[in-house]
Nanobody, 120 residues
Framework: QEQLVESGGGLVQAGGSLRLSCVASGRIFSSYVMGWFRQAPGKEREFVASIGRFGGYTIADSVKGRFTISRDNAKSTMYLHMNSLKSEETAVYYC??????????????WGQGTQITVSS
């Protein structure tokens, strides 16, 4: 059973930066597509970014140019580097893993989430 554990969330001022990490247990991280999602209070879960097994990635338009996704297969870890954070990006951020980029939004595995609060 693959388990995903996020870390790196917290309180940051608007315009600041954070780096999230997602560590995967198990032995299949390298063969899974990984993604980041977020959910703000009262809103639906929103796609942020995804990264394929060999590093190909997709970034949501809302964060393009400010957020970067990466992965280290040797460490079974995925990262989300976030710059110029905005107060409206306050949300719980989740990592996800799935066998296919086409189904990442309904991923097979999800982390427990990490809270990011951006103060204005």
């Amino acid at each position: 059973q693959e388990q995903l554990v996020e870390s790196g969330g917290g309180l940051v001022q608007a315009g600041g930066s954070l780096r999230l990490s997602c560590v995967a247990s198990g032995r299949i991280f390298s063969s899974y597509v990984m993604g980041w999602f977020r959910q703000a209070p009262g809103k639906e879960r929103e796609f942020v970014a995804s990264i394929g097994r060999f590093g190909g990635y997709t970034i949501a338009d809302s964060v393009k140019g400010r957020f970067t996704i990466s992965r280290d297969n040797a460490k079974s870890t995925m990262y989300l580097h976030m710059n110029s954070l905005k107060s409206e990006e306050t949300a719980v951020y989740y990592c996800a893993a799935d066998r296919s980029i086409g189904t990442i939004r309904n991923a097979e595995f999800w982390g427990q989430g990490t809270q990011i609060t951006v103060s204005s």
